[in-house]
């Protein structure tokens, strides 16, 4: 099958029918998914649900996840998001609820950094944040890359973006 469902800035996605696959280019590679990173990735997918099984993870390149099906929060025609609007805002809580959950007694957070509308797929009654290529492993390294004085992140700066992003994409989409 293998329909191209993406491909630019760095990267290609394939529908592989019951699986997706992200490769991305020489540029892009994906050196900080460690072992620490998969294990705090599988546990937040068994844990919580609403981010998407991955498969396999190849070369620093190739990811294989589960295909989720919904439409991204932008691409919701406007009765249907008028008359999900509480569900998905609810569910949108839920999410952070559960990464606070998740990370409040960890040294180093598991944040997902791009928490943007189009990063959440919503089928009416589930509510999954995709691209986990966007997750980190926050401390005070990944801090200075965000160019965060050490000390202040994860947790003060962090979660403060994840929530300001998610509700100013959600309030702009809706005006």
Same mark, same amino acid.
């Given at each position: 099958?293998?329909?191209?469902?993406?491909?630019?800035?760095?990267?290609?996605? +394939?529908?592989?029918?019951?699986? #997706?696959?992200?490769?991305?280019?020489?540029?892009?590679?994906?050196?900080? !998914?460690?072992?620490?990173? +998969?294990?705090?990735?599988?546990?937040?997918?068994?844990?919580?649900?609403?981010?998407?099984?991955?498969?396999?993870?190849?070369?620093?390149?190739?990811? #294989?996840?589960?295909?989720?099906?919904?439409?991204?929060?932008?691409?919701?025609?406007?009765?249907?998001?008028?008359?999900?609007?509480?569900?998905?805002?609810?569910?949108?809580?839920?999410?952070?609820?559960?990464?606070?959950?998740?990370? !409040?007694?960890?040294?180093?957070?598991?944040?997902?950094?791009?928490? #943007?509308?189009?990063?959440?797929?919503?089928?009416?009654?589930?509510? !999954?944040?995709?691209?986990?290529?966007?997750?980190?492993?926050?401390?005070?390294?990944?801090?200075?890359?965000?160019?965060?004085?050490?000390?202040?992140?994860?947790?003060?700066?962090?979660?403060?973006? +994840?929530?300001?992003?998610?509700?100013?994409?959600?309030?702009?989409?809706?005006?």
């Amino acid at each position: 099958m293998n329909n191209i469902i993406y491909e630019g800035r760095g990267r290609k996605v +394939l529908d592989n029918g019951k699986t #997706v696959t992200k490769i991305f280019d020489k540029k892009k590679r994906l050196n900080r !998914i460690t072992d620490e990173w +998969l294990e705090a990735y599988h546990e937040v997918h068994e844990r919580y649900g609403f981010v998407p099984k991955l498969y396999d993870f190849t070369d620093d390149k190739t990811i #294989v996840m589960e295909k989720i099906h919904g439409t991204p929060i932008t691409k919701l025609s406007k009765t249907d998001f008028k008359n999900d609007y509480f569900k998905i805002i609810s569910k949108s809580f839920k999410i952070l609820s559960s990464l606070y959950e998740y990370n !409040i007694n960890r040294s180093n957070w598991f944040w997902h950094c791009d928490t #943007v509308t189009q990063n959440f797929m919503w089928d009416g009654k589930n509510l !999954i944040l995709i691209d986990p290529e966007s997750w980190f492993i926050l401390n005070d390294a990944a801090a200075a890359d965000w160019h965060v004085k050490p000390g202040k992140a994860p947790k003060q700066f962090f979660a403060d973006q +994840l929530l300001s992003n998610l509700s100013h994409e959600i309030t702009r989409w809706v005006l």
